[in-house]
Every structure is written in structure tokens, then in C-alpha cells.
């Protein structure tokens, strides 16, 4: 149990991340004056923190469905056990 939820939290801790540099973080101070490179870096600046948040989101979606299935199937096996 202690694997998905570490995973979750990790996950959480991504999405934390990822808001954190798109919203105010660190940026490139260099994207100033007339380089031919300033506009892929442009869009990686503003690209990779969602990146981060989805791919967060995403751990945490899968960690928590993980969760909810093993509960299920130990509340299915005390059924058994309780008709036996």
C-alpha cells in the first residue's frame, strides 16, 4: 500500500512542480535580443512545466484507481470468506 501511495505523493509533488515553474519560477533570463534559438527556448520554458503537471496528474490517476482496486478485491475476498 505504502508503493502507490509514495507514487502518489510523487505524482502530487510533480503537479506542484510543474504549476510552480509555469507560474513563477525559474526562467531563462537570456531571452533577450536576437538569437535564433530564443523561440524553442521560449517554447520549452512554457511547454515542459505542463508537461510535468500532466505526466504528475497522470501518476496520481493511476495510483489512486490502483488504490480503489485493491480495496475492492480485499473487500470481495471478506465476502467470500464470510459465505465459506
Do not use: S
Request: glycine residues 10%; hydrophobic residues 50%.
Amino acid at each position: 500500500m505504502c508503493g502507490a501511495l509514495c507514487k502518489v505523493i510523487v505524482g502530487a509533488l510533480l503537479m506542484i512542480a510543474g504549476i510552480y515553474y509555469l507560474v513563477g519560477g525559474p526562467a531563462f533570463p537570456w531571452l533577450t535580443g536576437n538569437r535564433p534559438y530564443i523561440d524553442l527556448l521560449i517554447i520549452l520554458n512554457g511547454g515542459i512545466p505542463l508537461l510535468v503537471f500532466f505526466l504528475g496528474l497522470f501518476v496520481v490517476w493511476l495510483e489512486l484507481d490502483e488504490i480503489r482496486i485493491e480495496r475492492e478485491i480485499k473487500a470481495e475476498e471478506k465476502k467470500a470468506k464470510r459465505k465459506k
